[in-house]
């Protein structure tokens, strides 16, 4: 509901400025959340049935032709993990990027949220293009996370015994 009326230019450098804000501070703040809070058992990271282990977004969403075009954030903080290829099959690298990956689907489901804000000072119909426009931007990603994560469990299990992140 909209309840500032600021003329049409302050409208549009809000999006230009809040939304890239918004992205990278989400992000820089949850680099600094400690590894052990992200737990792959949690209601929030745990595989679903629907996922069956990545079928899903391999055979209808075809991810595996297009997830090397995403943006790795990584490059943007020092404290960032790369994760746009597998570096090596150390139980410890392992662990990080399983880690990693819930790390990166909590910051983009996170990143979609604020799309509700910008109807404090935009017409209705903001709200649904700032909402479809997050969705765009993050749902790949987070996507691209739910489909690496048991692929990477499972590869931690075949090399070590059960993964137990607890």
């Known amino acids: 509901m909209q309840v ?9 450098l809000s999006y230009i400025i809040i939304w890239p804000l918004y992205q990278v501070t989400i992000s820089a703040l949850g680099n600094h ?10 209601f929030w990271f745990r595989g679903w049935q629907f996922e069956n282990r990545g079928k899903i977004y391999r055979d209808i969403f075809r991810i595996h032709k297009w997830k090397k075009l995403l943006p790795d954030g990584a490059k943007m903080f020092d404290t960032g993990f ?8 150390e139980k410890e690298y392992l662990d990080a990027f399983i880690k990693e990956t819930c ?4 910051s983009h489901w996170l990143q979609i949220i604020p799309f509700w804000i ?16 997050a969705l765009v931007l ?3 990603c987070i ?5 690496n994560r048991p692929r ?10 059960g993964y137990d992140d607890k």
Do not use: C
């Open 152 to 161: 990477l469990i499972r590869l931690y299990e075949r090399k070590f015994g």
């Open 118 to 133: 910008f109807g404090l000072w935009s017409p209705p119909f903001v709200i649904i293009i700032m909402l479809l426009y």
């Open 143 to 147: 996507i691209a996370q739910r489909y």
């Open 103 to 106: 790390r990166a689907e909590m």
């Open 82 to 89: 790369p994760k746009g290829e597998l570096k090596n099959t």
């Open 138 to 140: 993050n749902m790949p």
């Open 33 to 42: 959340i400690p590894d052990n809070r992200f737990h792959t058992g949690s």
């Open 4 to 12: 500032f009326y600021p003329p049409e230019w302050v409208m549009l």
